[in-house]
């Protein structure tokens, strides 16, 4: 008798994730899997809530691990999956549906003008340590896997488990944040939620007698994104990097000559950058480069590396937007005060989410069939519309000038509309 496979780690959300799978465990220890233990689960929040260190690995191991669960669950339930071909696409889309994200991730992304989505798509396809473990399985498994991160409909129900407003992504990281953030809004009780779920005709509904338990679920992640993701000093942090990397970039393009990780060169330049090149970039590299930029000759470069390294960070204002006149003077007194406007006067709208119906709504199946999207039932959930939030960010010292009719200036137009 064959020994049985088992690995279990220790988790801080979940207590144990379990690999009983091989295969699943090939795909944990590639070197892919694993440079994802250099990028934060949540970006620059660190310089917000201090606690935010943890990675986009522990979020993937955690994704892995309520997929399990809910596959548990599933099969008990309706039968669902009925084959381990599926079983281990489901898996496997959970653990590596992150592989594409860089440094400092969607401010990252800005930069280098491609979503984090086709990247993980390239790297099952190309990296070939990757690629080897997939195709001990067949052939076709990398590009199944690929057809479901695209949501191509060929796989409907993993793909609604793994990106949907209600998937096994959002389940991990809500309390994964929140734990590591020390904030109490996301949380919900992902037992329950997870046994409110069943799959029929390869469709995933929600069971009608579990639509509070959504509703908290849905609620958790509204307050997440209000209070934490969209937190203006984490927004402030994120500018202050896309500003670097541009900056960068600019100097580049016009010939100057500055030090950079070789990494990071083809993304600055605008070359191709390759997979093998790619996965070569982290935080590590980032903030290697932000150390060197601050003692560039470039002042501009090296004040704004400075300012992230030692946590001077532009001001938020949270406010509605600038009007065209508006804009103007800012820009004008930036520049009086020794401020290059184009990487020091910033505006950025956030959209918070809210519930979408067309095409991404939850359907409740109830005891007799009937089928109902949850916006129809919920009163609490028609009140979760997407908004939007102007914030504006400049150097405090913009606002705390020893020039004080300056001074006075710049807070009578940024404050003008609170």
């Avoid at 250099?38 to 997929?67: D, K, N, P, V």
């Avoid at 199944?144 to 191509?152: E, T």
């Avoid at 409907?156 to 904030?183: C, F, H, K, N, P």
């Avoid at 609490?380 to 020893?402: A, G, Y």
């Amino acid at each position: 008798m064959a020994p049985v496979f088992e690995k279990v780690l220790k988790d801080p959300v979940h207590d144990e994730i379990l690999f009983d799978d091989p295969l699943l465990w090939a795909l944990v220890n590639t070197p892919a899997i694993q440079r994802l233990r250099r990028i934060r689960q949540l970006g620059t929040s660190y310089m917000t809530y201090h606690g935010a260190e943890h990675t986009r690995f522990a979020h993937s191991l955690g994704a892995y691990e309520t997929m399990r669960r809910v596959l548990v669950h599933l099969e008990r339930e309706c039968g669902w999956p009925s084959d381990t071909r599926t079983r281990r696409l489901a898996l496997a889309a959970a653990l590596l549906h992150d592989l594409g994200h860089g440094p400092f991730s969607h401010t990252f992304e800005s930069i280098l003008g491609v979503h984090h989505e086709r990247w993980t798509n390239r790297i099952m396809l190309e990296d070939a340590p990757l690629r080897r473990v997939l195709d001990t399985v067949d052939s076709d498994f990398a590009a199944d896997l690929v057809s479901i991160l695209q949501k191509d409909g060929r796989f409907s129900a993993i793909e609604a488990l793994v990106s949907s407003q209600l998937d096994v992504d959002r389940m991990d990281y809500m309390l994964r944040d929140a734990l590591s953030t020390g904030v109490s809004y996301g949380q919900f009780e992902l037992a329950r939620l997870i046994r409110s779920l069943t799959v029929q005709d390869e469709r995933v509904y929600v069971k009608r007698q579990s639509l509070h338990t959504v509703e908290q679920y849905l609620l958790a992640r509204y307050f997440m994104y209000v209070q934490v993701y969209l937190h203006p000093v984490t927004v402030g942090s994120d500018v202050l990097v896309e500003n670097i990397l541009r900056r960068a970039k600019h100097l580049l393009a016009d010939g100057v000559a500055i030090e950079i990780p070789e990494a990071l060169l083809p993304v600055l330049t605008g070359s191709d950058v390759s997979v093998a090149s790619y996965l070569r970039l982290d935080e590590s590299v980032l903030l290697y480069a932000f150390h060197q930029w601050s003692a560039s000759p470039d002042p501009i470069l090296s004040d704004l590396a400075d300012r992230f390294l030692t946590r001077r960070l532009f001001a938020p204002i949270v406010r509605d937007g600038a009007s065209v006149s508006e804009w103007a003077a800012l820009r004008t007194m930036a520049k009086a005060m020794g401020f290059s406007p184009d990487y020091y006067v910033t505006e950025r709208v956030s959209t918070i989410p809210g519930y979408e119906v067309l095409g991404q709504g939850l359907t409740l199946l109830d005891d007799f069939g009937e089928r109902s999207d949850l916006s129809q039932v919920s009163k609490l959930i028609r009140t979760l519309v997407p908004s939007q939030e102007h914030r504006l960010f400049l150097p405090k010292e913009m606002l705390e000038n020893t020039d004080e009719s300056l001074a006075k200036r710049v807070q009578s137009i940024v404050f003008s509309r609170f």
